[in-house]
């Protein structure tokens, strides 16, 4: 995928002579993502078109909230940055991804993923009074939107979501989409943190999500490692489930929306979940 002019002509200003190693753009949505060599070393260069919100995100999350993971190498160091183009450069992180290798179901890799999401929920906090509201707004416009979602489950969903308490939320800095395919280990097995695209304020327990419906599923040592190495379990009950209802209707309606099939089909498994938790 190539950048866009203005993007290219401020990597040539950033970067003179930089050679493309590698395209590691996901390819669903128009973020860029180039691995380049230049005479600084090696840099990961990613930008966005105009809509593109994650490019801003993760520019924010880098400069205020990687403190702690930048003293022991556990994340990408932000080189250079413009809002106005929707484009940063980071510091190339060696490492090999954890999704998919022997490491994602390694109980060591998820007590250090554990660690790392402590000291970054850590950091900071504060109180929301209409945090819940917004997120269940959120779910009802994806609902609204296209999707596969079939009408009586649809009905079931909204019918779930009318019954949502909105209370006072404390809210930390989140990474947004925390799973293996977001971490990197490298040949000492370190893990490392990749794409703040998603970085925002909310509850502790919605960076939980993903990992409880994909890799904790059938693993509880895994679950458990995480745990021991985040020190608490953050999942009060009422909140783990609406958050669970939330992901799952996003999970499906944006997979579908993007063409990502797989993703979608999980979306559908994780609101059949949910269902069934409601219905038992």
């Known amino acids: 995928m190539p950048l866009e002019r203005t993007q290219q002509q401020a990597v040539d200003r950033w970067f003179p002579g930089a050679?493309?190693?590698a395209d590691m753009s996901w390819g669903l949505v128009d973020t860029v993502v180039l691995h380049l060599k230049t005479q600084a070393g090696d840099v990961?260069?990613?930008?966005?078109?105009?809509?593109?919100?994650?490019?801003?995100?993760?520019?924010?999350?880098?400069?205020?909230?990687?403190?702690?993971?930048?003293?022991?190498?556990h994340v990408n160091r932000l080189l250079r940055a413009d809002?106005?183009?929707?484009?940063?450069?980071?510091?190339?992180?060696?490492g090999t991804l954890v999704q998919g290798t022997p490491a994602a179901g390694d109980p060591k890799t998820y007590r250090q993923a554990g660690e790392l999401l402590a000291a970054f929920h850590g950091q900071a906090s504060t109180v929301s009074e209409d945090y819940e509201a917004g997120m269940d707004a959120q779910a009802l416009r994806w609902l609204d939107g296209e999707?596969?979602?079939?009408?009586?489950?649809?009905?079931?969903?909204?019918?779930?979501?009318?019954?949502?308490?909105?209370?006072?939320?404390?809210?930390?800095?989140?990474?947004?989409?925390?799973?293996?395919?977001?971490w990197l280990v490298d040949d000492e097995g370190r893990v490392r943190v990749i794409d703040l695209g998603r970085a925002a304020?909310?509850?502790a327990l919605t960076d939980l999500g993903r990992l409880a419906r994909q890799e904790w599923e059938g693993r509880p040592d895994l679950e458990a490692a995480?745990?021991?190495?985040?020190?608490?379990?953050?999942?009060?009950?009422?909140?783990?489930?609406?958050?669970?209802v939330r992901e799952a209707i996003g999970t499906a309606a944006w997979a579908y929306q993007v063409g990502d099939e797989p993703f979608e089909q999980q979306g559908h498994r994780m609101i059949q979940q949910c269902l069934e938790v409601t219905n038992a």
């Open 83 to 94: 809002h106005d183009r929707n484009l940063l450069a980071l510091s190339y992180l060696p």
């Open 44 to 73: 990961v260069v990613k930008a966005g078109g105009p809509g593109n919100r994650h490019i801003g995100r993760e520019i924010s999350g880098h400069r205020d909230w990687t403190g702690p993971w930048l003293d022991g190498g």
């Open 147 to 182: 999707h596969r979602i079939g009408a009586d489950t649809e009905r079931d969903l909204r019918s779930i979501i009318a019954t949502h308490e909105h209370a006072p939320a404390v809210l930390v800095p989140t990474h947004g989409d925390w799973q293996p395919r977001n």
């Open 201 to 203: 304020w909310r509850p």
């Open 19 to 21: 050679e493309v190693v």
């Open 226 to 244: 995480f745990l021991d190495g985040y020190g608490s379990d953050p999942r009060e009950q009422g909140a783990w489930q609406r958050t669970l």
